[in-house]
Structures are given as C-alpha cells and as structure tokens.
C-alpha cells in the first residue's frame, strides 16, 4: 500500500509510552466483517460499516472500501453525475488515481495518500471517475470513501472543497519505531491533520510491521471505529483476531491497542488500518441515497430541490484538474 510513507521512521515524532497500570484501554464492543457490493458504474467494494447501529457509528454514516483491484484495459469504472445534501464526503486513495468534478468549481486528481475532502452542505451534484489514460491502460486502484454528518445548523452549509496532498498528513510513529500513523484529520497527540472539519472528529492511517504493537491515545469524547485495510492482527487487551474487512467498533475508554500479527501473507507485508472517532452529533438522522438529513419531510425537500435544479447545474466543459500537476507522493 503506497499512500505516504518515510524512508525512515526514526526520525519521526513519536507517541508517549502508555502505563497499563493507569492507561483504560477501550474494549471491542462489536467486529464486523464486510460484505462486498458494487458502486456508481460497477466498481466493486467493501461496505465497512454494514451490521453496525448508526448510534455506534455517530457523527459517521457510511465508509466504502474501493477494490482493492487490479484493473484490466477498459475495465476502469467510476460513478455518473450524482446529488448529494447534508453530509460531507472524504474520499482517500492509497493505491491508484481517481478524479473529481463538482457543479461547484472544486475539482482534482488525486493518487497515492491524497484525499479530497467534499462538504455537500445545502447540496451540490459531483462526479467520481479514474482519468482516461487509467482507463486505457488499467491498473491498481484502492481507496476509501467516508461519509461524515453534519449536525442540523451546519446543514445547509455553502458547499466546499479541500484537495489535501499526501505530504500534508501529519507523520508520527511508535515508541520502538513499529509504525507509521499518518494523521489526516483532527488532532492525534497533539499532531494536527490538515483536513479542516465541520464536526468533531479524527481520522489516521496506520501501517503496522509485523509482529508490532500500537498503543494509541484516543479522546475519551470521541468514538473509535478500527477498520482492516489489509494483513492480520489483533484488536484490544483481550486481543480479538481481526483481518482484512473487518472493522472492530470501540466503548469508551482513553486509548487503543491493535497488535500485528508476526506473519502476514506476501499481498499484505503488514498491517494497514484505517481509524476513525468523532463527537457524537445525537440528533436524529434520515438517510436515503444521496442524502442525509434529519427529518423525512427535509429529505422529500432535497428530492424536490434535486429534480428542481437547486442543487447545481452539471459544467458544460471538464475543469482543469487543481492536483493534475502535482507528482505522485511515495
């Protein structure tokens, strides 16, 4: 998994060492196992959150895990133009390029440890598609899409768009140098991410070595949700198996334990996680398809403003790329 990495892990700021005498580590109240599914133009993908009551997930609604999957010519997909409303949309790409347009101006190509962070707010229409070279010539592509709520008086927020390169995580490791955890979002030990929120929240890439231990301090205010990307481990003091697809749902507590197992297979070298926690909004939430609000009469409204065209018009021509130019970050 490429995403952002270092050639050396030492030199990077490292965690505190926790005392377990003194430290509540979160127990796992819940693991799940991923189904697969297809999305937009029949891409496939792992739904992380299925099985999992929104009340555990607050303030998050959904995350797909995009392939992995290795391409053939031709095979290349993404998703047409589409609405959204209420929420925001954090799409990450480890392995890969995908790039985005939306009637609102914001626009990019991004590729290895790149997010675009998309706040529909009052509604926007986007399109999500891998640029034309990919498509003819195919490839590797992996990525996450989160979805984020926003609470009811930050609904109808004037849309915005962040292209957030690699190199702008924030970059910290572990006591004995057995990790990298790149911090995208929020504030992890004082390391802040680049990714501006509406909401409360935290959100890490981990790659643990084989056989390493993350001991990882966690705002008792936030929830924790630990999704597998890749490789095999262990979750919590009690040390619950998990493995790719899998995603171990947190009670509360001040700090996370994940464990790498000593032998992973050749595809996955190491442990990759993907770990997010945030401000439980609280408020009651009405989701169908494209968007997330809190009553059924504010979701027959976004419908009504949809087919209305009150939540953009589709460009007449593709805007230039605002990451087009910038090279891919290793």
């Known amino acids: 998994m490429p ?9 990077l700021p490292r965690l505190p060492r926790l005392d377990p005498a003194t430290t509540e580590y979160r127990a796992v109240r819940r693991l799940v196992t991923a189904p697969s599914g297809f999305e937009g133009e029949g891409f496939p993908v ?35 133009w589409h609405p959204h409303r209420g929420f925001e949309t954090v799409t990450y790409i480890i392995d890969g390029i995908f790039d985005h347009q939306d009637s609102n101006g914001g626009g990019g190509t991004i590729t290895d440890g790149d997010t675009q962070w998309m706040t529909a707010g009052s509604g926007i229409l986007h399109i999500e598609a891998p640029p034309e070279h990919l498509v003819v010539s195919g490839g590797l592509f992996h990525g996450l899409q989160l979805w984020v709520n926003l609470p009811r008086v930050k609904k109808m927020s004037p849309p915005r768009y962040q292209d957030i390169r690699g190199r702008e995580a924030s970059l910290l490791t572990t006591p004995d140098g057995g990790a990298l955890i790149r911090v995208i979002a929020g504030e992890i030990d004082g390391h802040q991410g680049p990714g501006v929120t509406h909401t409360p ?14 001991d990882l301090p966690w705002r008792s205010d936030y929830n924790a949700l630990v999704y597998v990307l890749g490789g095999r481990g262990t979750v919590g003091t009690d040390r619950r198996p998990v493995h790719t697809g899998q995603m171990a749902v947190h009670g509360p ?21 993907y ?26 409204r976004a419908f009504e403003d949809y087919q209305a065209g009150r939540l953009g018009v589709i460009p007449a021509e593709r805007v230039p790329h605002s990451g087009g130019e910038t090279p891919p970050v290793s």
């Open 201 to 214: 929240i935290a959100i890490a890439h981990v790659t643990l070595q084989p056989g390493a231990a993350l």
């Open 253 to 273: 507590g001040e700090a996370l334990r994940v464990t790498a197992d000593e032998k992973q297979d050749s595809h996955t070298p190491a442990l990759d996680l």
């Open 46 to 80: 792992r739904r992380a959150f299925a099985g999992v009551p929104l009340t555990e997930l607050d303030p998050f609604i959904h995350l797909d895990q995009m392939g992995e999957v290795d391409y053939a010519p031709g095979e290349p997909k993404g998703t047409p």
């Open 3 to 11: 995403a952002i990495t270092v050639d050396d892990v030492l030199v």
């Open 275 to 300: 770990i997010m926690g945030g401000e439980p909004i609280r408020e009651p939430v009405a989701h169908y398809g494209p968007f997330v609000m809190n009553t059924r009469e504010e979701l027959v």
